[in-house]
């Protein structure tokens, strides 16, 4: 079998065993990774009765059939299960890394993960191996402390990780690895907590099979090169070279150009004036290094080490997305908070962009009246207050005090508070939007609108739209007005969305 491996462990953490299985005929109907993995939900789980935090729900990881080789980015790994956040209940969530390529390296496509441990537990695969070790030390720990433990403990290996909000069943916890990436959305951290799984650890020693390994090889490096070659194309070019240097945040002024950028709890929308810190100061005076997932030649990742009495940390990233919505939705521009604020969520294990747009929600509660003080215990949630934040978020990730009702996330919270509070919570299917403001793109409006998930531009991001080339929404679509962003066409449109999200079930 080439580009995967033939093989799926189908996990039980309530009895500690495992099974083997072929994966040769699913891949005769799907091509693995997205797509196998959202069969496999169906297939292992009665999603109609079945609830986020019961012991029959079952985590889905799978790796895609380009994951482990050489082709450049190729390093995504998938989860699927049945969430807590979204009130449809899909979860799905995405990651880079090497954790993917490492699961493939061990020779593994597919982990299908159920029931519930008796006790705290982590996963140690090496090759065929599988382990089920205590994390009874882990239980309670931040995931820095813990992945340098495990890392310690298991030389050479990749983690996935939990972190104190997944143990506290915060419905926005995410799933962590390699310092800067996260499985981000739909509350994943807190199903792995309901089932006392703190982690994953792999380490591989295998290859990957390719049918013509020197033409694949050759393949892959002038792939590289074009994503990195000035002349190959103007969109390639400056969103390498924009990228390469500040990562995502980079891209927040030419997205604000488009009136994508939200601002102030979705009240504004475009190019925010007081952002500079926020977009070019972390890449030229913050980041250290750059960091890249596997085989990716942008390296859009960053890792820092903030020095300052009051907010001094160290963690990585942040990705436009969490200064987005950390930032312009809450109206701080002080680069040193939001930083402190990525690495206060990414060492709780939650969700940077649900976080963001929970404090940007309650600031605008406050601002009209609908909470006072007293719902946020003391304290006072103005426009820009990112020290309130930081005091709040220690409170959602541990459920103390009123952060357990606010770990619901801002929709089930409105959803207690009534109507008029529910009116100030701009999200889909109960999840909070990420950084974009659709108003101003019809692709991604539809999209949005036809993800099961909610607000999702990783399943299928309509890419010819937002950097507006008509030539590229030709060439997928039969349609320019597919790639104009000023366009209403509706079949130019829905192929649009049709063709990306077919491209986007790969990974």
């Given at each position: 079998?080439?580009g995967?491996?033939?093989?799926m462990a ?25 797509a196998l993995?959202h ?5 292992e789980?009665d999603?109609a ?6 012991p ?9 059939p ?14 699927t299960?049945i ?6 209940g ?7 890394g090497?954790?993917?390529p490492?699961?493939k ?14 006790q ?7 090759n065929?191996?599988?382990?089920f ?15 340098m433990?495990l890392h310690?403990?298991?030389l050479?290996s990749?983690?996935l990780l939990?972190?104190?909000a ?5 419905k ?10 996260s ?7 807190a199903v792995m907590?309901s089932k ?11 290859g990957v ?10 393949l ?12 190959f194309g103007m ?7 924009i ?6 945040p980079?891209?927040t ?17 475009g190019?925010?004036?007081?952002d500079?810190?926020?977009v070019?100061?972390i ?12 085989t ?5 990742h960053?890792?820092y ?17 969490t200064t987005?919505a950390?930032?312009?939705k ?6 040193k ?10 060492d ?7 976080a963001?747009?929970?404090?940007a929600?309650l600031m ?5 009246g ?9 304290i006072?949630?103005t426009?820009?207050?990112?020290d309130?934040?930081?005091?709040l978020?220690?409170?959602i ?14 929709y ?16 889909q ?7 974009v403001?659709?108003?101003s793109?019809?692709?991604s409006?539809?999209q949005?609108?036809l993800?099961?998930?909610?607000s999702?531009?990783?399943?299928g ?30 079949e ?5 969305v049709?063709?990306?999200?077919n491209?986007?079930e790969?990974?």
């Open positions: 079998m080439y995967n491996t033939g093989k189908k996990i039980d953490l309530t009895r500690g065993t495992y099974t083997v299985e072929d994966t040769a005929p699913y891949f005769k109907k799907y091509l693995g990774g997205r993995n069969i496999l939900l169906f297939r789980t999603t009765k079945v609830q986020p935090f019961d029959e729900n079952v985590i889905v990881f799978g790796a895609g380009l994951g482990g080789t050489t082709w450049p980015s190729s390093g995504r790994f998938q989860a299960f969430a807590p956040l979204p009130y449809s899909w979860g799905d969530t995405n990651v880079g090497a954790i993917g490492e699961l390296f061990a020779g593994w496509d597919t982990l299908v993960i159920k029931g519930k441990a008796p705290p537990t982590y996963l140690y695969i090496e065929d191996k599988i382990e070790r205590s994390a009874e030390d882990l239980w309670g720990k931040g995931v820095d402390e813990c992945t433990i310690q403990r298991h050479g990749e983690v939990i972190g104190p997944g143990e506290n069943l915060v926005f916890a995410n799933i962590r690895t390699h310092r800067t990436s499985m981000g959305r739909t509350g994943g951290g907590g006392n799984l703190k982690g994953i650890v792999i380490k591989g020693t295998k099979k390719i049918y013509d390994p020197n033409k694949f090889l050759e892959s490096l002038q792939c590289q090169k074009d994503l990195m070659d000035p002349n969109v390639h070019s400056l969103t390498y070279k990228m390469s240097k500040y990562g995502t980079g891209l002024r030419l997205i604000g150009q488009t009136g994508m950028v939200p601002i102030k709890n979705w009240n504004q929308c190019i925010w004036a007081q500079t810190e926020l070019e100061y890449g030229d005076k913050i980041w250290k290094r750059n960091d890249a997932c596997y990716c030649p942008v390296h859009c960053g890792a080490r903030l020095e300052d009495p009051v907010y001094g940390c160290f963690s990585g990233g942040p990705e436009y997305e987005c950390l930032g312009h809450c109206l701080e521009p002080r680069s908070l939001v930083l402190k604020l990525n690495a206060m969520c990414n709780l294990g939650m969700d940077t962009v649900e963001g747009n929970l404090f929600t605008e509660w406050f601002e009209k609908i909470i006072d003080e007293k719902f946020t215990e003391g006072v949630l426009w820009g207050n990112g309130g934040m930081i005091n978020l220690e409170k990730g541990k459920g103390e005090g009123c952060g357990k009702m606010l770990g619901e996330g801002p089930w919270v409105g959803k207690k508070l009534g109507e008029e509070a529910l009116k100030y919570v701009y999200h299917k109960g999840m909070c939007a990420t950084g403001e659709t108003r793109t019809i692709g409006m539809l949005f609108a993800s099961p998930r909610g999702h531009h990783l399943s991001l309509p890419t010819a739209e937002w950097v507006n080339i008509p030539a590229v929404a030709v060439h997928t679509t039969g349609f320019a007005e597919a790639g104009d962003i000023r366009s209403y066409h509706p130019a449109k829905a192929r649009l049709q063709f990306y999200e491209l986007f790969l990974p």
